[in-house]
């Protein structure tokens, strides 16, 4: 899939929306990273209620609970020949379990143990936050904030012009590379620890694999645009699996 426009980026009861219900069947060149980023779910919460563990390996054809009841079982079985839906396409008649109360962690200011240097420039800034010295993907102007009510949007949309560097806000393991999640066009998704994931959509080109290593500041993608806006990249931090706002984290403009 490419882009979508602005709207749909940020529309969360469209895309993305936490799903405590149903299953996924996973298809061929899934990972659980990408599944769980898909129902706004955290990798190892969905995981754990499959019966899997690290290195996260999932197999196309098996069946993945979604709801909060699911066993070793659920993780190792495989999809019956008629009845296996993804659970977003049966969402019109399963009924929903009860998801876990909200956290308040996507508003709340996490502790920087490391201010930047604002004498350096913007690109070469670094803020230690939760352990990770993060810095800034782009340089370009934020042109939509994080927000997470109204119109919501999951991180923040960063103008620039079409073919500049992406860079990694922070050294990590990319765990998705590709376009099969809506809303996003060409992403790459990075993991930094157990807690954090950092993600960079529209891309016009992906320059990493998914199991590669990268460190802060490498280039990892080319900048493009969702296909109706001009050029900007979409950058999100997840914490556990919820969008927090990522000028929580990254240096000061």
């Not at 009924?95 to 604002?118: E, L």
Request: hydrophobic share 30%; proline share 8%.
């Amino acid at each position: 899939m490419s882009g979508c426009n602005t709207q749909a980026l940020h529309q969360d009861d469209i895309y993305n929306p936490p799903v405590y219900w149903g299953r996924h069947v996973v298809r061929q060149d899934e990972t659980l990273y990408g599944i769980a980023w898909t129902y706004g779910r955290d990798y190892r919460e969905l995981g754990s209620a499959n019966g899997i563990g690290p290195p996260w390996t999932i197999r196309a054809g098996q069946v993945l609970r979604l709801d909060l009841r699911g066993s070793t079982q659920s993780g190792s079985s495989r999809a019956p020949a008629q009845t296996s839906r993804p659970a977003a396409n049966t969402s019109a008649r399963a009924p929903r379990a009860k998801p876990p109360a909200p956290t308040s962690t996507n508003t709340r200011k996490p502790a920087v143990t490391r201010k930047p240097d604002k004498s350096a420039p913007l690109a070469a800034r670094t803020q230690t936050v939760a352990s990770i010295p993060w810095r800034w993907p782009h340089s370009g102007t934020v042109i939509a904030g994080y927000s997470a009510s109204g119109k919501v949007n999951k991180g923040v949309d960063i103008a620039g012009k079409a073919g500049d560097a992406v860079r990694a806000a922070a050294d990590g393991s990319v765990v998705y590379a590709g376009n099969g999640l809506l809303g996003y066009g060409n992403l790459i998704i990075v993991n930094h620890n157990e807690h954090y994931l950092s993600a960079y959509a529209h891309n016009r080109k992906i320059l990493v694999s998914e199991g590669e290593g990268v460190k802060a500041g490498q280039v990892i993608a080319e900048l493009g645009g969702n296909g109706s806006e001009r050029p900007m990249l979409h950058f999100e931090i997840r914490k556990n699996g919820n969008p927090v706002d990522p000028t929580h984290y990254l240096p000061p403009r």
